[in-house]
Structures are given as structure tokens and as C-alpha cells.
């Protein structure tokens, strides 16, 4: 059992709950017995979802970290390292549904090259559901990409000077 046909997804905008809806989609995607992996980008992004995540045997959590060989040589190498991972899992026929958690903030910031992602989602195979998170979506993203949406921020109690809480904003 898998897709028939996958389609790329786009999550971004400055408003709250890009990496919530890309679990959402997962979850629901694991419970119809797809195979699902998410691999999240840049440093310290990971937050309590591990922990959800571990009872689900059909989702599979990457975390950055995974590729942190060397701290010293900075955060490219291992966004590079991320990236690559990416393309093989892609391309490996192991998941039906691959989500990429905040690829849009390592292209934003340089990390990766906006080139490669382009590449990537063209060379996908054609059964594979592809999900983009992250602020800063590229024009040439989100003209590639088959079904996107844009969190716009309304209100935020950080505004307020709320303070990040565990289990609702990491
Ligand atoms: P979430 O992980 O809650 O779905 P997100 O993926 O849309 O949020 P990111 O851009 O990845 O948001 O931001 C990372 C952190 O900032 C998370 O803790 C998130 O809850 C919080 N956040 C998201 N949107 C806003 C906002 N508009 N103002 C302040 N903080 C936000
Ligand atoms: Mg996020």
C-alpha cells in the first residue's frame, strides 16, 4: 500500500503552526499505515514531538543533530550532510511521505543551496508525498510546489511577553 501519487506541500509565513500542521499531516499519514520520515534543519529546532513520535513505528524523526560530526566546523556542513540524507531517503522508496522541517530557514540562511531543494523536488519519485516547512519559502519553491500554505500571524501572546512553552511552542 502507498500513494498512487505524491504531491509537494509548502508550509510557511511568520505566522504560528508550520511544523504542527506538517506533524498533523504525518500523523495522519502514519495511522493510514504510510511509511513517514521527518528530517529537521537547523540547530536546536528539535522539541517535544520526539517524545509523541517514539510511539509511532512508522515515523521516523531525523533530527539535525544526527549529522553534527564537529561542532567547530559551523552549521553548513552539517545542513550539507542534511540535505544529502534527504535525497537518499527520498529516492530510496522506504517512505511514502517525507517531511523536510524548516528547509526553508537553512536556504534562507545560506545553509543549503535553494538550487538543490529545486532539484530534489523535481527528481522525487513520483509516489512520494514531499512536505517544506519553514519561514522565508523561496518564489521558486512555492511556484514548483503543488499545494501551499502561508501561517499568517494574526496575534501572538509573545507579543505580550509570553515566554516559549514546553509541549505548545517546543
Ligand atoms: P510550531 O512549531 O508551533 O508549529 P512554526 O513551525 O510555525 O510553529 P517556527 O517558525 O518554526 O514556527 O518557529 C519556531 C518557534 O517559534 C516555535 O516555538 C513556535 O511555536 C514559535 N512561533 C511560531 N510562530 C510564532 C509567532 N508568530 N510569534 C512568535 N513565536 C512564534
Ligand atoms: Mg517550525
Redesign the pocket.
Known amino acids: 500500500m502507498g500513494l498512487e501519487r505524491g504531491y509537494v506541500h509548502v508550509?510557511t509565513g511568520?505566522?504560528?503552526?508550520?511544523?504542527?500542521?506538517a506533524l498533523g499531516l504525518g500523523l495522519r499519514a502514519a495511522g493510514a499505515g504510510l511509511r513517514v520520515c521527518m528530517v529537521q534543519f537547523i540547530k536546536g529546532?528539535r522539541?517535544s514531538e520526539v517524545g509523541s513520535l517514539a510511539y509511532i513505528p512508522n515515523f521516523v524523526f531525523v533530527p539535525y543533530e544526527k549529522f553534527v560530526a564537529d561542532y567547530s566546523k559551523g552549521n553548513a556542513e552539517a545542513a550539507g550532510k542534511c540535505l544529502e540524507y534527504s535525497r537518499e531517503i527520498v529516492g530510496s522508496g522506504s517512505y511514502d511521505v517525507v517531511i523536510l522541517d524548516?528547509i526553508n530557514?537553512a536556504v534562507g540562511f545560506g545553509l543549503v543551496s535553494l538550487e538543490e531543494v529545486l532539484n530534489l523536488i523535481k527528481n522525487k519519485p513520483k509516489n512520494l508525498e514531499l512536505v517544506l516547512?519553514?519561514?522565508y519559502a523561496a518564489k521558486e519553491l512555492v511556484d514548483l510546489a503543488d499545494i501551499v500554505t502561508e501561517?499568517r500571524?494574526v496575534k501572538?501572546v509573545?507579543?505580550k511577553g509570553v515566554q516559549?512553552r514546553r509541549g505548545?511552542?517546543?
Do not use: L, Q, W
Open positions: 508550509y511568520n505566522g504560528k503552526g508550520k511544523t504542527s500542521a529546532a522539541s524548516e530557514v516547512t519553514g519561514r501561517m500571524e501572538h509573545f507579543k516559549a505548545i511552542d517546543y
